[in-house]
């Protein structure tokens, strides 16, 4: 029976295999500004709770402005039936990630994976793959990745995360004003 892998050591894989395509595929798509899969998600990410807990330390570092928003945009995904969807942590305005250091594996493997019987996703890449001039791209296997993932939990929408880490915020301020109240008293 194979151990789990840890977090970090599936980023360290995951970043080695987009260090070996870039590598052989300087103008590759994926790069700061394009967010075509930040644009057109499927669902709201599943997260795991190691990879929520390590999103957390990004989240942690944003103004209160952008965590506001981030709440509201995540509200908004809750009810919405039309797909795509937008991710919530995009920052449209730049098209960047703010908390890419800290980003899902699902956003970490995206572009660089394939996973059997579904393709790879991103349809700039696969117009690509079409027309022939990325033949020679040994891509990773998202099959292996969705493995590994398991073996660190179950996973839980982003919302669901998110809403949780909001209520707890606000119980600990409610706390602490009921106990301010109390002392002064």
């Not at 937008?86 to 980003?103: E, F, G, I, K, M």
Request: hydrophobic share 40%; charged share 20%.
């Amino acid at each position: 029976m194979e151990s789990p892998i840890s977090l970090s050591r599936l980023h360290a894989d995951i970043d080695l295999r987009v260090q070996a395509i870039r590598a052989g595929q300087p103008r590759w798509p994926c790069a700061r500004g394009c967010a075509a899969c930040c644009r057109h998600l499927a669902d709201v990410p599943q997260l795991t709770e190691a990879e929520w807990r390590l999103l957390l330390q990004g989240l942690a570092t944003l103004p209160a402005e952008r965590l506001g928003q981030i709440g509201r945009d995540l509200a908004a995904l809750d009810n919405r039936q039309q797909r795509p969807i937008v991710c919530p942590l995009l920052d449209r305005s730049t098209n960047a990630c703010p908390v890419y250091a800290q980003r899902p594996v699902a956003c970490r493997s995206y572009g660089f994976y394939v996973q059997r019987d579904r393709g790879l996703f991103c349809s700039d890449i696969e117009a690509q793959v079409t027309a022939g001039s990325l033949a020679d791209v040994v891509w990773g296997n998202h099959d292996a990745i969705d493995h590994h993932l398991a073996s660190l939990g179950d996973a839980r929408p982003l919302s669901e995360w998110f809403a949780r880490w909001q209520d707890g915020k606000a119980a600990a301020r409610q706390q602490s004003a009921s106990l301010s109240n109390d002392l002064a008293e």
